[in-house]
């Protein structure tokens, strides 16, 4: 029962270029969302998140859109650097619920010089 | 303002022994939340906790898992009689309040040989 799915395992981008993840999800309890990366070796780090009462949030070159209806979000990133190339993990949780993360399988993204 | 320590950062253990893992949370964050990620997938929850309290273990395998969160000391995770399948990376999270302030920690790489 695989909640949220990320159903690009990789993808590559030219460094100056928009990287473009996507993330969909099935259970419509959902009221908030979150991108995380992730180094090999590490701890997935925060980047951005969403509330489902918004369609967008902006921080600085990543930007996180929400359909609702879709049931579907997305992770910008503009322009791409280098330093990007990381797994990026989608992850969406119930506010009012269990507080706990459900997580995507990753997309593990690659910008290249 | 130290993350979420988690220790050790490697652990091997021969088949049938018992593995601990330790997590610190941040400062002020009454939350602990432990995640475990198998080879290529995403992370998946495995029990929440408040001090001295367990309060969802929805994630937890039913058998030879347990986790505490005593009054004073890091939680920890406890693995009994581990088998190869129990070899993956796990990770340890904390927050104030909810999935607001999620911080992950660097996690254990658990080897079972």
């Known amino acids: 029962d695989q909640q949220v799915k990320q159903n690009s395992p990789s993808l590559s981008v030219q460094e100056g270029r928009i990287s473009i993840l996507n993330c969909d999800y099935t259970?419509?309890?959902?009221?908030?969302f979150l991108w995380y990366k992730k180094y090999p070796a590490e701890g997935p780090t925060f980047l951005i998140s969403?509330?489902?009462?918004?369609d967008k949030n902006e921080d600085g070159r990543f930007t996180v859109f929400l359909n609702k209806s879709a049931k579907h979000l997305s992770l910008h990133i503009v322009p791409s650097q280098p330093g990007d190339s990381a797994v990026y993990f989608c992850?969406?949780?119930?506010?009012?619920?269990?507080?706990?993360?459900?997580f995507g399988q990753g997309t593990r993204l690659t910008i290249n010089p | 303002n130290a993350g979420v320590m988690q220790n050790p950062r490697h652990l091997v253990r021969r088949r049938g022994q018992e593995a601990r893992l330790r997590c610190s949370p941040m400062?002020?964050?009454?939350?602990v939340y432990w995640y475990r990620q198998l080879p290529e997938e995403g992370l998946k929850f495995m029990v929440y906790?408040?001090?001295?309290?367990?309060?969802?273990e929805s994630g937890m395998p039913k058998e030879r898992f347990s986790a505490e969160f005593p009054k004073e000391g890091p939680s920890i995770l406890r693995i009994q009689q581990v088998v190869r399948g129990d070899s993956a990376a796990y990770f340890c999270?904390?927050?104030?309040?909810?999935?607001?302030?999620?911080?992950f920690g660097s996690g254990t790489r658990l080897t079972v040989v």
């Open positions: 999270a904390s927050s104030p309040q909810g999935p607001y302030g999620y911080t």
């Open positions: 259970n419509s309890m959902f009221d908030y």
């Open positions: 969403i509330s489902s009462i918004k």
């Open positions: 992850a969406a949780s119930v506010i009012q619920g269990a507080q706990k993360l459900v």
């Open positions: 400062k002020g964050h009454s939350h």
């Open positions: 906790l408040q001090k001295e309290n367990i309060i969802d």
